[in-house]
């Protein structure tokens, strides 16, 4: 457990300290917060008019292009197989090239993250965890950063599998979550280089609720985080009638209806929520 804690606190003190703020807006986020907020320099309640300024592409995007001259394909699978059966870590090390020990967000045919990257049109996360970086295996960590547009909404969804260690590197994030049922709600406006922590199997979020790009660093203690779980495309993704029965019935869902909602559910990462599009002047 200490040198899985020791692997995220170093790889956000590497990441943190490449990347720079963007202008900030203030506003106002996060009804549902049940707890006291702690002293920052962005007001997290108020009521005050905030501004409205019209959102206008930037020359140079935050994400990373994934377009490679030829199609990737994941690692090496014989690799990966010896990387697990190895009888030590000197094995193991011995069998990975300098470049094995290189993974570059930025440049996405260096190795092969463009096989862990999810985009939507609010942003895109790129994911180095043992299936796309092998030099992961038996380290017991991964990383995801995310590169969010202004107003990028990073869904709400589970990491069945690791606790998350969020970082915020570039911009703001709005963040939300609640661990399990009886859990108090939490949420937390979060400004450059501070984070927060996600509990293994907590429903949460991450949204910019800027008109500039944001950039977060999310730390797993856990080589193997492919497993996501959306919560709205899980959820529709039930049987019609256990769909129809937990929402209360016909009275308040219509069974009809169940696809039209499944086919409206945007792929992540999303254009924001309302308040955050107005204030940018972004059409969804």
């Known amino acids: 457990m200490h040198s899985s804690l020791s692997f995220a606190a170093t790889a956000f003190l590497l990441a943190g300290s490449v990347l720079s703020a963007p202008q900030q807006y203030s506003g106002q986020f996060g009804q549902k917060n049940q707890t006291a907020s702690y002293t920052s320099d962005i007001p997290r309640h108020t009521t005050s008019q905030v501004p409205k300024p019209t959102y206008s592409p930037p020359a140079s995007t935050t994400s990373p ?38 993974f570059s967000f930025d440049t996405p045919c260096r190795n092969s993250p463009e ?24 380290q017991g960590g991964s990383i995801t950063i995310g590169f969010l547009n202004p107003c990028g909404f990073n869904s709400p969804h589970v990491h069945p599998r690791a606790a998350e260690l969020n970082l915020v590197v570039e911009g703001r994030l709005f963040t939300s979550v609640t661990a399990e049922n009886g859990a108090t709600h939490r949420n ?42 959306q919560i709205a495309q899980n959820y529709f993704g039930l049987e019609d009638e256990i769909v129809v029965a937990s929402a209360g019935g016909d009275l308040n869902i219509d069974g009809a209806n169940i696809d039209a909602f499944r086919g409206r559910i945007p792929a992540n990462v999303v254009v924001g929520v309302e308040s955050c599009l107005k204030k940018c002047g972004i059409q969804k």
Request: charged fraction near 15%; hydrophobic fraction near 40%; glycine fraction near 8%.
């Open 65 to 102: 292009s994934t377009t490679c001259a030829t199609p990737l394909s994941l690692p090496d699978q014989s690799l990966f197989e010896s990387l697990v059966l190895a009888r030590s870590s000197v094995e193991r090390n011995n069998l990975l090239s300098n470049d094995d020990l290189v």
């Open 188 to 229: 937390h406006t979060l400004n450059k280089f501070e984070m927060t922590v996600f509990p293994q199997g907590a429903i949460h979020t991450e949204f910019n609720p800027d008109c500039t790009p944001a950039v977060f660093v999310a730390a797993f203690p856990d080589e193997d985080v492919t497993g996501v779980g």
């Open 115 to 138: 096989l862990g990257v999810t985009t939507g049109k609010g942003g895109k996360t790129v994911r180095a965890d043992h299936s796309t970086f092998p030099a992961l295996v038996g």
